[in-house]
């Protein structure tokens, strides 16, 4: 008797690919995805688009017929000493995003600080934002993302979890990022999966390099994707995988791939999940 195929949804950033939205979907098309993340288009934040701006994304998404799998907010990818409101503030314009786009999640990061501030200084100013985040999201029946960046409260293992427990909200969960925990020195799926995995709701793909932070196609680097992806297979995870690629450097918008280096990304991917027995589509 043969085993049931394991599916799981592809997305990826759509502005690693290019700054203009139908070449973002004709890309992520042509990869076999069926869905899309937005962090920006037409070089503008997802939180700065206008009403009709949004609805023209809207437009040029339903007519090929793709789907938002989260909105890829920069919500709290500043300083912890602004004020609560102003984060709250900028995610309402994420959540709105979320409505025109028929987006579930939305991706958030847990603030910087200072380079001269011990960072359990900061704990419960961050404590008290996420809760104000995820009461927000509660009430509007979304989902936060937290992603694991380096340099913010939570870019490691036992800090994610902290933050998690602690506000304890349904609205709140983990996007997991191998490359970003590599680039802080925690090996992902040693010291993080087992943690994190209760609360994992969102695999975000892409990898990198101990000896030099270089991030790398999926499977390439030291960030246990191989290992992750056979058991997520294993725990029954059947939610998203978003591509990150970040192979071109840099942009004002986040990470950079190309067109070119994002379908290798793609493939390198395709190859960890062929080797996991996993289904993408």
Known sequence: MSTPAVEWELSGFGDEIDDDPKVQIAVMQALGANHIEVRSAWGTNIVDLDDAQLGELKSLLDAADMKVSAIASPIG?????????????????????????????????????????????????VIERMRALADVAEQSGVVLLHENEKDIYGDIPERVLDIIETVASPALKVAWDAANFVQVGVKPFDEGYAKLRPHLEYLQVKDALFSNAAVVPAGEGDGDVLRTVEALKADGYTGFASLEPHLAGAHGLGGFSGPTAFGIAARAFAKVLSEAGVEAK
């Not at 900028?90 to 910087?112: D, H, Q």
Request: charged share 30%; hydrophobic share 45%; net charge positive.
């Open 77 to 125: 990818k500043v300083d912890v000493s602004l004020p609560v409101e102003h984060e709250v503030e900028r995610l309402r314009r994420a959540i709105n995003a979320a409505k025109v786009l028929g987006a579930r999640y939305i991706r958030i990061f847990s603030f910087y600080y200072g380079a001269d501030v011990a960072v359990e200084s900061i704990r419960d100013a």
